[in-house]
């Protein structure tokens, strides 16, 4: 019975919302293998990537990323960093819209020489 109390609680908190205000985020992770759409580019070494992000309360967003890894074989080296900014907001108190736009830069040593660098838009 307590457990069930628990999960309900728990359920009805993550349901309340609350008036937006401006945030700063900032993280560290560390991943067996890093891969964008489906390409290795540390060939399966542990890579790091920090990143950080601000959110305005207007729905303005903006944010960064560099990611640097084991390559294995070609030893440590940096791997590529991603800037985005972009825009959010709700219409009324349902459905929400966002639009916004990337910058992706790729390098890597791993099979071959690669290097991507590519500016996305979305909607």
Do not use: K
């Not at 609680?9 to 891969?35: E, I, N």
């Not at 907001?89 to 991507?116: K, P, Y």
Request: aromatic share 10%; glycine share 14%; proline share 2%.
């Amino acid at each position: 019975m307590a457990v069930r109390a628990c999960r309900l609680a728990l359920l009805a908190a993550l349901g309340v919302g609350h008036p937006a205000s401006a945030q700063l985020s900032a993280s560290l992770a560390a991943v067996s293998d890093y891969r964008i759409r489906g390409l290795s580019l540390n060939g399966g070494g542990i890579a790091l990537t920090a990143s950080a992000g601000y959110d305005h309360p207007s729905g303005i967003y903006a944010g960064a990323a560099v990611t640097a890894g084991d390559a294995r074989r070609y030893g440590r080296q940096y791997l590529g960093h991603v800037e985005y900014l972009g825009y959010s907001a709700r219409f009324g108190r349902g459905l929400a819209w966002e639009a916004g736009v990337s910058n992706t830069h790729l390098d890597s040593n791993v099979f071959r020489r690669f290097s991507g660098h590519y500016p996305e838009v979305y909607v």
